[in-house]
């Protein structure tokens, strides 16, 4: 099942498609990567949603990829008394650790990691930014506040301090029982929620130790101070624009987005867009002509993935939501305007040798009308590197590694297939034309660019580059 475009669909997984049938279904209208939210169900749930993938995935012969995304530190105000209370603006109100239920005066916070970090003039934001404290002074076990925004405070509602970083680390106990639960069933892509600064990366890389891509959620202000540190250290990123959109004014948040995703295609690092693209189609069947605009402005910006959340996980019309989707990517990717950006924008090469081939491959391929690049990769950086440079002809990549073709599926423009290794350069050839004609993506004929490393398995080795015609 060879999907006619380049950039891909993330779903998320919930009570709306936990049956066989529908998770079939959302393969069918165009998923590539199933998202497991671990913010939501039980490890038995999300063990027996991906036992269905797994199974979807040996019937159909296609990888595909499974992101699990960690809930991570979740702060919160305590109870209170019949369970709300009204602020009124311009009064005060206190967060304190005193766990009494709150009143109109006062509430518990019990988090000590948000007083250590508060100063005087800090800003706190509760319930997803509908209501705002100003600290007016603080100490280790409380913070007296001036309310800016009232409204009604529920239990347990959410609490967001904007602009400081928080002592505390992005994985939870719950986090990490939940990590080795997912890389003992072998999903894909882990995604890392709370991410503020490196060190949140490389906690999370020594945990996992390889054993699936690292990808980090951008979703506080924090992290885009050092935004570049992170790209660095990670595998793939997620722009979690709702949470941005409560920490920062709404109208930051486009050219955020923007910048993240150049800074993810400077360094070939996949990236994913994600939040209320297709919101409104949790409860109806057709989008709003905003939200289909918002999916293609990320397309148009040359993202890797789109992404769906409650959509799929939670709404009524989960199989059309990426039927409608597709057709926005498939829509945009036909825009003259679009190839135009993809050639205006690509990154300039780096000065190693798999750059200067991958780089050599684009061209060449425009250059014959090549029906694909293909390349043979084990770790993936050769297939990484090609789809950096955004060529206007499909990636085929052929890897001897599942996990590899796996993580791949998110990747732009990439048709993964699991196959044997090759010995030689002449066998190399020989199975480029073999699977580009069984895939469909070329024809008796048609010449294909194979790029790979010389010795063979050797990662991060392209140093190879050749031209062939595919024959019966």
Known sequence: MRRQRKAKIVATLGPSTSSEARIRALFEAGVDVFRLNFSHGTQADHAARLETIRELERATGRPIGVLMDLQGPKLRVGALKGGAVKLVEGARFRLDLDKTPGDQTRAPLPHPEIFAALEPGATLLLDDGKLRLAVESCGPDFAQCRVEVGGELKDRKGVNVPGTVLPISSLTEKDRADLQFGLDHGVDWVGLSFVQRPEDIAEARKLIAGRAGVMAKLEKPAAIDRLEEIVDLVDAVMVARGDLGVEMPPEDVPPLQRRIVRACRLTGKPVIIATQMLESMISAPTPTRAEASDVATAVYEGADAVMLSAET??????????????????????????????????????????????????????????????TYTTSGSTTLRAARERPASPILCLTPNLQTARRLVLVWGVHCVHT????????????????????????????IVITAGMPFGTPGATNLLRISWVTE
Do not use: F
């Open 313 to 374: 996980a939670a709404g009524a019309y989960p199989v059309e939501a990426v039927e409608m989707m597709e057709r926005i990517v498939h829509r945009v990717e036909r825009d003259p305007v679009y190839r135009r950006i993809m050639d205006v924008e690509h990154p300039d090469p780096e000065a190693t040798p798999a750059d200067a081939i991958t780089a050599a491959a684009r061209q060449v391929a425009a250059t014959v009308s090549a029906a694909a690049i293909v």
């Open 420 to 447: 044997e290794d090759v010995k030689n350069a002449a066998e190399m050839v020989e199975r480029a034309g073999v699977m580009a004609l069984k895939e469909g993506i070329a024809k008796p004929g048609e010449r």
